[in-house]
């Protein structure tokens, strides 16, 4: 084939059976030959196509099972040539970088080889995992998990780079301070309404505005690490004891407090979603959910959660006990960026932003512009594990 077929070597979390889970119908592989020529060159036989289905997801997917009986996820990278290119590359850094990782860091699933030329990726398929959005929504997502990962990233934080390691220095896009001060009409006329209104309501928000543009200062003068740079629940696959993540194509040197917040955040957006839930409730609230009931119930839902920030963060100091001292805060000030962020997720999808939504924001933007008064409630605490 023409592309440039790469394969590292790396191991392979357990296997066992592979529950139901939400996929689309695959994009038709006439279409895109390159895909079983890639599965031929490393060995694996071209997929069954009877097996096949599409994990969902922003790139084209498939995930099935090789002639050779091997089951195994492709990706095929879409967009601009430019971003792709560079998601390619950085996936690829993660991978050769992972190799010297210890066995506990933060790793992804088995990654058996690539074509950069037509912008393939092939890993080993995992059986039966469960991804953490629905360990989170069922309740099953434990303090003991969210050491475990806590620990795990601490690893790859601390982790050595040697100066041939090829990894990415630039600063990751978000929060976008340019588009916090204004867009292009060709961006703009993509968005969706909610989305407008997420944005002008950023916009106009001068002393959010001012806040971004401190945290992205901060970040210039602070340790680069090795990050994932786009951590969320769902990209955590669980089985049994053990854990993996996805999408590392935003891996690369920087700021620590990303990696750290981003969790800190999903836990606190998950808490303002379930104001209107009726989760972790001893009674069935059958009542008008008036501004000072929202704030009554977001404190007690808030309180609920805390304990797996709280957890994730002991096991994260356990393995990198010597993280700079303004990590707590800043890392304060990125969860309360995730809340926004979340916010114009949820945008995207969406007429009009929801009351809930607003709400989420607005405890984001409490966090990000004032950080030091928000780390010790969500357990950021500087004492030795």
Known sequence: MSGNTSVIARPALENSANPAAPAFKPRDLDDFPVVDALLDDLGLGPFLRDSLVAPVGRNDSWAGQTVGGRRVFVKRLIGPEEDVRARMGRMLAFERFATGLPAAALRGPAFLGSDEENHLVVFEYVNGARNGAELMVDETFGEELAEQIGRAIGLLHAAPVAPEAGLDRSVPPHPPLNLLRGMSLPLFETLTFAELQ???????????VQAVSALREQEQHTPRVPSHCDL??????????????????????????????????????????????????TVFLDAELTHELVLSRGVAKMQRLLPLIESFWHGYRSTRPDFDAGLPVRATAYAGWHLLDRLMAGGSRASRLSGIERAAAGIGRAALLAPEKFATTLGFSKEEV
Not at 253 to 258: K, Q, S, V
């Open 198 to 208: 997420g944005w002008r309501l950023m916009q106009q928000d001068e002393a959010l």
């Open 232 to 281: 969320r629940v769902d990209q955590f696959l669980v089985l049994g004891d053990d854990f993996l993540v996805t999408d590392w194509e935003e891996f690369r040197l920087a700021d620590p407090a990303r990696d750290v917040g981003a969790f800190a955040g999903e836990w606190l957006y998950r808490s303002v979603l379930d104001i209107v839930t009726t989760r972790g409730d």
